[in-house]
């Protein structure tokens, strides 16, 4: 079965850190282009940050602000988005997505408490 399945969401309060894990089965992640999107209750979904087919490109929306990372362990065929430095705004919930598959996680809550 092919599936994206995330974890590491939860509470943490203002300028604490979450690590997101996104673990892929089915499909290899070093073959796509990995996406971990967001949607807080009331907005669009959108995205967070990107990682290259090859692992050596990223990119990473304004509101990021050099606070978040997107990695991957390709011998766990996982995909990690480190956040720290967390505020209220960025309570949300947080889902992988596979581009070149068009698969997507269930999505893990996250909320930052002020």
């Known amino acids: 079965q092919v599936q994206l399945v995330e974890s590491g969401g939860g509470v943490v309060q203002t300028g604490g850190s979450l690590r997101l894990s996104c673990a892929a089965s089915?499909?290899?992640?070093?073959?796509?282009?990995m996406i971990w999107f967001r949607q807080a209750p009331g907005k669009e979904r959108e995205v967070v940050a990107r990682?290259?087919?090859?692992?050596?490109?990223?990119y990473y929306a304004n509101f990021v602000e050099g606070r978040f990372t997107i990695f991957r362990d390709s011998a766990k065929n996982t995909v990690y988005l480190q956040m720290n430095s967390l505020r209220p705004e960025d309570t949300a919930a947080y889902y992988c997505?596979?581009?070149?598959?068009?698969?997507w996680g269930q999505g893990t809550q996250v909320t930052v408490s002020s």
């Open positions: 997505y596979a581009n070149s598959h068009g698969i």
């Open positions: 089915g499909l290899t992640i070093s073959d796509s282009r």
């Open positions: 990682l290259s087919i090859d692992g050596t490109s990223t």
